[in-house]
């Protein structure tokens, strides 16, 4: 969402007294491994990806595995941090944009049991954590 629509959103259920759990900030960062990046020549035209992998596994294929992160959208105003700051609610941190998450839900498989590794699997499993230790449930049996 918009950080104007989260603003309105937490003035909203602030008012009306709906509790807020958390501020989740959503597709902050892209998080992969250097494997899955695509690399383009200098000047944007050539894609040289198989080149630099090819390169990248006869002298270093350890760092293949490395993960890499970029700022998608970098915050303004201090971003969804600062926001749940102003509005006294906690900060839960950053659900990261993951292409394997989005086919997921597209293929209705458990993201989360296909990727556990994934930064954005280990986020959701935080998030998951802290959702049922603020509203316990009981496990059916």
Request: hydrophobic share 35%.
């Amino acid at each position: 969402m918009h950080h104007d629509t989260v603003r309105k959103e937490l003035n909203f259920c602030q008012k009306t007294k709906v509790p807020i759990l958390g501020v989740v900030e959503n597709m902050g960062q892209y998080t992969t491994t250097l494997s899955k990046l695509k690399f383009l020549s200098p000047d944007g035209k050539d894609d040289c990806t198989s080149q630099i992998l090819e390169q990248l596994k006869a002298s270093c294929p350890q760092i293949l595995d490395t993960l890499v992160e970029a700022t998608i959208y970098p915050p303004s105003g201090g971003g969804p941090k600062a926001m749940a700051e102003q509005y006294q609610v906690p900060y839960w941190g950053v659900l990261p944009m993951d292409p394997d998450l989005m086919q997921a839900c597209e293929a209705g498989k458990p993201f989360v049991e296909e990727f556990p590794t994934t930064m954005a699997a280990k986020a959701l499993q935080r998030f998951c954590k802290t959702i049922t230790t603020q509203l316990p449930v009981e496990e059916m049996g």
